[in-house]
């Protein structure tokens, strides 16, 4: 399969792109912590059968979207504790570089595109499309 190359290797990402992500994921993990800290409204006992449900509907609502930023927090922080510990930019499954271009599309991977293609086909039955397969590799 195709990896972005440099003279023959895969082209590492270089400490400013590496600055450039992290401080895209800090923001972004400001935002998520201010999200968080926000207040949940737990609706009433209403009279009205459409207004209890409408309420139960926004709750059940707010429950998923404060679930899914914790979520995204705690890959955000990985993410971040990677770049501190230099190992940021490395495949967990094969161990090489993943390309700048995928990190730049995707800061909180862990994956390079070959690792992630062969782990969708064993987990899901994943069909591999050529023309879709190299998205986040420029």
């Known amino acids: 399969m195709r990896k972005e190359k440099e003279g023959g290797r895969v082209k590492h990402i270089k400490a400013s792109e590496i600055a450039k992500i992290e401080k895209g994921l800090k923001a972004r993990l ?16 209403e009279p009205d059968l459409v207004d209890q449900s409408s309420g139960e509907t926004d709750l059940a609502l707010s429950l998923a979207k404060h679930k899914n930023a914790r979520r995204e927090v705690l890959i955000i922080q990985a993410a971040l ?7 940021f930019g490395t495949c967990n499954d094969c161990g090489e570089p993943i390309p700048a271009g995928r990190l730049k599309a995707v800061p909180t991977t862990v994956l390079c595109v070959d690792c992630q293609l062969e782990r ?11 023309q879709t397969a190299h998205a986040f590799v420029s």
Do not use: S, T
């Open 81 to 87: 504790l990677r770049i501190e510990r230099k190992e």
């Open 120 to 130: 969708e086909k064993k987990v899901r039955g994943f069909k591999h499309h050529p």
């Open 30 to 45: 400001e935002q998520l912590q201010n999200f968080l800290r926000g207040k949940i409204d737990f609706p009433g006992q």
